[in-house]
T-cell receptor, first 113, second 112 residues
Framework: KAGVTQTPRYLIKTRGQQVTLSCSPI?????VSWYQQTPGQGLQFLFE???????NKGNFPGRFSGRQFSNSRSEMNVSTLELGDSALYLC????????????FGPGTRLTVL | SQKIEQNSEALNIQEGKTATLTCNYT??????LQWYRQDPGRGPVFLLL?????KEKRKERLKVTFDTTLKQSLFHITASQPADSATYLC???????????FGQGTELSVKP
């Protein structure tokens, strides 16, 4: 089975721009979660989608949004980028039954200049 | 609010020794805890899950304990090897959904 894939792997943007990141989960997995990882804050939960519906949301501003498609692929969008948005953005998938382990992708490294 | 804390940011040990990492939780009682390993520039990889009614779980050289009285989980790597060097994260799944709350991680370095 192919693992979780994320595109692009690296991205450089400037302040004020917007960005869209993509995640393809493991086949058959219905839950996709997004995390932001920075040296200062560690791994922080952004949101989770299950069967195209947002099931959980973290404490991030409305500039961060996401969606899930019928094939379980997910995208997250960050508008009006700020320098502090520079981070590794990780996507994880799971079957979605509760205590499931999560399978993480390699991440997208976003740098905001 | 729910909080997970990993006591040590870094742990240095000699090859062959047992590494012990600590995870403490406050303000709630998780039904289970998960442990992940993360290598630089990569996403975390799931290692073990332990439920509150399980005192101990083992997988090869790895052992996890769960003490609900102390509100603590210990993660042990026996006969450690330089290849075990990585950051280890404990996490709790929040509210049955796909939301993991992570500790800050402990960076383990195993010296030959």
């Amino acid at each position: 089975k192919a693992g979780v894939t994320q595109t692009p792997r690296y991205l450089i943007k400037t302040r004020g721009q917007q960005v869209t990141l993509s995640c393809s989960p493991i086949s058959g997995h219905r839950s996709v979660s997004w995390y932001q990882q920075t040296p200062g804050q560690g791994l922080q939960f952004l949101f989770e989608y299950f069967s195209e519906t947002q099931r959980n949301k973290g404490n991030f501003p409305g500039r961060f949004s996401g969606r899930q498609f019928s094939n379980s692929r997910s995208e997250m969008n960050v508008s009006t980028l700020e320098l502090g948005d520079s981070a590794l953005y990780l996507c994880a998938s799971s079957p979605g039954q509760g205590s499931d382990e999560q399978f993480f992708g390699p991440g997208t490294r976003l740098t905001v200049l | 609010s729910q909080k997970i804390e990993q006591n040590s940011e870094a742990l240095n040990i000699q090859e062959g020794k047992t590494a012990t990492l600590t995870c403490n939780y406050t303000n709630y009682s998780p039904a289970y805890l998960q442990w992940y390993r993360q290598d630089p520039g990569r996403g975390p990889v799931f290692l073990l899950l332990i439920r509150e009614n399980e005192k101990e779980k083992r997988k090869e050289r790895l052992k996890v304990t769960f003490d609900t009285t102390l509100k603590q989980s210990l993660f042990h790597i026996t006969a450690s090897q330089p290849a075990d060097s990585a950051t280890y994260l404990c996490a709790q799944l929040y509210n049955q959904g796909g939301k993991l709350i992570f500790g800050q991680g402990t960076e383990l370095s195993v010296k030959p």
